[in-house]
């Protein structure tokens, strides 16, 4: 089978190329590189056709989908707080961008598409876990650009009967994250800083609390929801069924780590959410169990960045 994995050079993509290449499929990428590093891909570099190009652009999107079987759509423009400052650019590369991949798609006889949702579409919700069936309130143009996407897979879905799924990803984290970004995740900042021997930096009081999910879980739910033929036309999270606030987090690797560097504490980030829990059981009864389970994926996490900055 051939895979197009949009946003291919970026964190999450790389990760799934890596993973079909090692199951022997055949891959394309495609990536405008403007978040995305084609160091990400320089271990199967030689073993992937890159198509150096915006999903902005429908004529680019067009001519990737060719002869394609599988699209694992990971492009975008990430951050809340991106989307916070600038909505307009994040609704055209967001929305637009999938919009023009569903149609290509469609057009070009593609068996399914799966598209990186976000549980940012259900915004601060008091329940938790998080399922499903609850009603979505997004609190940012982000978690906006995400559930607009989901309305449109399932109409490419209904209307079209073009086999479409949406994952809702519950902070993925792990190798290739970038901590240099100014809107990078908190893992790499995190690591990055005690390594370093500074004070990582936390916006609000910590408690706040996030499904944190390691990379590989991530991966292996893509492949899932590609593969099975009783996956289509719906959306499911994407998490490990567990919670941990920042300041847990933050003792958790400074065990592993082996410091006791205290963190710098900030005004909290607009559309920031508190709480974030995943229930997974909508998807384990197609066969979905996380793998790496989060103090081990932490410990993973920390060694290769330890490698990478030679701490």
């Given at each position: 089978?051939?895979?197009?994995?949009?946003?291919?050079?970026?964190?999450?993509?790389?990760?799934?190329?890596?993973?079909?290449?090692?199951?022997?499929?055949?891959?394309?990428?495609?990536?405008?590189?403007?978040?995305?590093?084609?160091?990400?891909?320089?271990?199967?570099?030689?073993?992937?056709?890159?198509?150096?190009?915006?999903?902005?652009?429908?004529?680019?999107?067009?001519?990737?989908?060719?002869?394609?079987?599988?699209?694992?759509?990971?492009?975008?423009?990430?951050?809340?707080?991106?989307?916070?400052?600038?909505?307009?650019?994040?609704?055209?590369?967001?929305?637009?961008?999938?919009?023009?991949?569903?149609?290509?798609?469609?057009?070009?006889?593609?068996?399914?598409?799966?598209?990186?949702?976000?549980?940012?579409?259900?915004?601060?919700a008091e329940e938790l876990p998080k399922h499903e069936g609850m009603r979505p309130s997004p609190?940012?143009?982000?978690?906006?650009?995400?559930?607009?996407?989901?309305?449109?897979?399932?109409?490419?879905?209904?209307?079209?009967?073009?086999?479409?799924?949406?994952?809702?990803?519950?902070?993925?984290?792990?190798?290739?994250?970038?901590?240099n970004s100014a809107y990078a995740a908190v893992f790499p900042k995190f690591i990055e800083a005690?390594?370093?021997?500074?004070?990582?930096?936390?916006?609000?009081?910590?408690?706040?609390?996030?499904?944190?999910?390691?990379?590989?879980?991530?991966?292996?739910?893509?492949?899932?929801?590609?593969?099975?033929?009783?996956?289509?036309?719906?959306?499911?999270?994407?998490?490990?069924?567990?919670?941990?606030?920042?300041?847990?987090?933050?003792?958790?690797?400074?065990?592993?780590?082996?410091?006791?560097?205290?963190?710098?504490?900030?005004?909290?980030?607009?559309?920031?959410?508190?709480?974030?829990?995943?229930?997974?059981?909508?998807?384990?009864?197609?066969?979905?169990?996380?793998?790496?389970?989060?103090?081990?994926?932490?410990?993973?996490?920390?060694?290769?960045?330890?490698?990478?900055?030679?701490?």
């Open positions: 089978m051939k895979y197009l994995v949009s946003g291919g050079a970026g964190f999450i993509g790389s990760n799934i190329t890596k993973k079909l290449v090692e199951k022997g499929e055949s891959v394309r990428v495609l990536d405008n590189f403007s978040t995305g590093n084609i160091d990400n891909l320089q271990a199967v570099i030689n073993d992937i056709e890159i198509v150096d190009g915006d999903i902005r652009d429908f004529w680019v999107v067009k001519k990737a989908v060719e002869g394609i079987d599988y699209i694992l759509h990971q492009a975008a423009l990430p951050s809340v707080p991106r989307s916070v400052e600038n909505p307009l650019t994040s609704n055209v590369v967001n929305v637009d961008g999938t919009l023009h991949l569903l149609e290509a798609a469609k057009s070009a006889g593609v068996k399914k598409m799966v598209m990186a949702s976000s549980s940012s579409v259900y915004g601060d609190l940012s143009p982000y978690a906006v650009t995400k559930l607009t996407n989901e309305y449109y897979l399932k109409v490419y879905w209904e209307l079209y009967k073009f086999p479409t799924v949406a994952l809702r990803y519950f902070n993925i984290f792990g190798p290739q994250q970038d901590p005690f390594l370093r021997g500074k004070q990582p930096t936390v916006f609000g009081d910590g408690e706040q609390s996030r499904d944190f999910t390691y990379i590989d879980n991530c991966v292996q739910a893509n492949l899932l929801a590609a593969t099975n033929d009783d996956i289509c036309g719906d959306y499911f999270n994407v998490g490990c069924n567990g919670q941990f606030t920042l300041n847990e987090t933050l003792d958790i690797l400074r065990e592993i780590i082996g410091c006791d560097i205290e963190a710098v504490y900030e005004d909290e980030r607009a559309g920031d959410i508190k709480h974030s829990y995943a229930s997974i059981d909508k998807l384990a009864k197609f066969g979905y169990e996380p793998e790496v389970e989060f103090k081990e994926g932490v410990r993973r996490t920390v060694e290769y960045y330890r490698k990478q900055l030679g701490l």
